[in-house]
Each structure stands twice: as C-alpha cells, then as structure tokens.
C-alpha cells in the first residue's frame, strides 16, 4: 500500500502553456478565444430565443449546440487560466471529477447533437413534404433530451471508475484538463479492459453519429444535386456546408485523439490536438453558423433594429 496515495490527494495539472514570453502570448490568445466564444454563444442563443423567424426545429438544435459549447469551454479555460496567472497546478480530487463529468457529458452530448442536425437537413431536402410529421417538436425535443441523457449517463459511468482506481505515488496529469486517458497512465493497474470500453464508448459516440452524418449527407448533396432550381441548389449547399465544417473540426481530433492505442500517443499531441475541440470549435461555432447563414444575419439586423426603436 505504500505506492498508493489517498484518494483526497489533490491532482496536479502540466498545463499547456510554458512560463515564458511565448507562454504569456499564447495566454493572451486563449482568453481572447474564450470571451469571443462566450460572446458569440450567447449573442446566438439569444438571437434564435428574441426572434421569432427562427423559432424552428433546426435552429433550436443550433441553440442547444451553443448552450453545449459555451459550457464545454467554460468547463476547461477558466481552470487552465487560474492555474497559469497563479502558478497553481493544482486540482483538487472532487474538481477534478466534475471536470472530468462535464467534460465527458458535453463531448457526448454534443457528438449525438450533431448528428440530429444531419438528420434535420436529410429531412428538410429529400423529404421536405413530411419535414413538419418527421422533425415536431416532440421529436427534436426527445432528440436533445436523449443526448443530455446519454452524454450524461456515459460521463458518470467513465468518471465514477476513473475516480476509483488506485493511483500510484505520481498524481501529475500531463495535461491541461482532466483527460480520462492521461489519467489512466497514472494507474497503478492494468487498465486495458476499461481502456476496450473507452474504445466502445468512442465508436458509440463519435463513429457511429459520423457514419450517419456522412450517410445524410449522401442522400442530401445527392437531392441537391437532381434540384432543378440553381438558387435552391446554392441555399442548400450552403446551409450542408456550414454543418459540415462544424462536423470536421469537432469530429476529426477526437476521433484521432481516443481512437489511438496509448502506445501510439504522446502528451504532447494529445494536448495540441485538444486544443481544437476544447478551444476552437467552442469559438469558431457561432462564427461560422452567422457568417454564412442569410437567415441568421437576417434574425441580427431585425433584433437590432427592434432594439434600436424601443431606445427612441
């Protein structure tokens, strides 16, 4: 028993930042990542609750994604920047656990979220008859209730055994956050059958919902492609397009992150490519569904102009 600590010992985050000029620099840039993500989430969530023209089913599941991805990265940013500004690495036992439930819960969540909105625009183009019986509000509802559900479910499950398995004398966790797979070396265990389940758990939640999306988005850009209209053509390639930059920058470091066997991985890469869907996607999400949606910008200027009358 003497290699094992109690399990109120606190935990101690690497971090990603060295303490140095560069480290200060990339310090600054994160914050302004994560004001302009909380900004951009919440001028969107807003937006689609104050104007009625977008009170539809897609915008709804937009509106979920934007609650998801302004709690994902308040769940990781503020700690990394408390530690950093503090020269604190520190993580107490129980923070790091709900860190590591919140975590899991969103990243779960959001991957079954994205794929709902896949199916929303499969249903909006190639079915655009039965769109109003196919996509009522029961069913977009039980849609996000379900991912909450089961992002939640898998995080408590993931969380609860990763708090309960021996640790050796090292609580260093090379890592910005606490990652369930930099939290495994420390193990004082063989942990290769739980590391089969995060394997199962992965495939559930990030390759199953990506072959569906690809699969909608066959039938989609196939439906696009017999549309006789040029201008209909070009409106539903760009609201395809958009989801599918969505989907790449979420989907891509993930799956090359968890999909990898431990003896393939490195701390260093693991935290870099953490950095797009912790950071970046968080930020680049209201950004990219605004810039390039007419009704979005269009919902803007009417809200704007709303607000602008009622201070005359």
């Given at each position: 028993m003497e290699n094992y600590n109690q399990t109120s010992t606190d935990f101690t985050l690497v971090g990603l930042l060295p303490s140095s000029r560069i480290g200060i620099s990339l310090f600054v840039i994160i914050i302004f990542i994560f004001l302009l993500a909380l900004l951009g989430n919440l001028s969107m969530i807003l937006?689609?609750?104050?104007?009625?023209?977008?009170?539809?089913?897609?915008?709804?599941?937009?509106?979920?994604?934007?609650?998801?991805?302004?709690?994902?990265?308040?769940?990781?940013?503020?700690?990394?920047?408390?530690?950093f500004m503090f020269r604190n690495k520190s993580i107490s036992f129980i923070g790091c656990g709900i860190q590591s439930f919140l975590f899991l819960t969103l990243a779960g969540a959001e991957g079954l979220l994205l794929a709902s909105m896949a199916y929303d625009r499969y249903v909006a183009i190639c079915c655009p008859l039965?769109?109003?019986?196919?996509?009522?509000?029961?069913?977009?509802?039980?849609?996000?209730?379900?991912?909450?559900?089961?992002?939640?479910?898998?995080?408590?499950?993931?969380?609860?055994?990763?708090?309960?398995?021996?640790?050796?004398?090292?609580?260093?966790?090379?890592?910005?956050?606490?990652?369930?797979?930099?939290?495994?070396?420390?193990?004082?265990?063989?942990?290769?059958?739980?590391?089969?389940?995060?394997?199962?758990?992965?495939?559930?939640?990030?390759?199953?919902?990506?072959?569906?999306?690809?699969?909608?988005?066959?039938?989609?850009?196939?439906?696009?492609?017999?549309?006789?209209?040029?201008?209909?053509?070009?409106?539903?390639?760009?609201?395809?397009?958009?989801?599918?930059?969505?989907?790449?920058?979420?989907?891509?470091?993930?799956?090359?992150?968890?999909?990898?066997?431990?003896?393939?991985?490195?701390?260093?890469?693991?935290?870099?490519?953490?950095?797009?869907?912790?950071?970046?996607?968080?930020?680049?999400?209201?950004?990219?569904?605004?810039?390039?949606?007419?009704?979005?910008?269009?919902?803007?200027?009417?809200?704007?102009?709303?607000?602008?009358?009622?201070?005359?």
């Open positions: 937006l689609i609750l104050l104007d009625k023209h977008l009170h539809t089913p897609m915008y709804f599941l937009l509106c979920q994604l934007s609650l998801m991805d302004l709690n994902y990265i308040s769940t990781i940013v503020p700690k990394m920047a408390f530690n039965h769109y109003p019986i196919l996509m009522r509000k029961s069913v977009y509802v039980l849609m996000t209730a379900g991912s909450w559900m089961m992002g939640s479910i898998n995080s408590c499950a993931h969380t609860t055994y990763v708090l309960y398995i021996p640790y050796c004398q090292s609580r260093v966790i090379n890592h910005f956050f606490c990652d369930v797979p930099a939290m495994l070396t420390l193990a004082c265990m063989d942990t290769w059958v739980y590391e089969y389940t995060v394997f199962v758990s992965t495939t559930f939640f990030l390759v199953f919902p990506f072959i569906a999306i690809t699969c909608s988005y066959g039938r989609v850009f196939l439906a696009v492609y017999r549309m006789p209209s040029s201008e209909g053509r070009k409106k539903a390639y760009s609201t395809c397009s958009t989801h599918l930059t969505v989907v790449t920058f979420y989907y891509a470091p993930f799956v090359y992150t968890y999909l990898r066997p431990r003896s393939f991985r490195s701390p260093t890469e693991d935290k870099i490519l953490a950095i797009f869907y912790t950071v970046l996607t968080p930020m680049l999400n209201p950004i990219i569904y605004s810039l390039r949606n007419k009704e979005v910008m269009g919902a803007l200027r009417r809200v704007t102009q709303r607000m602008c009358s009622v201070k005359v």
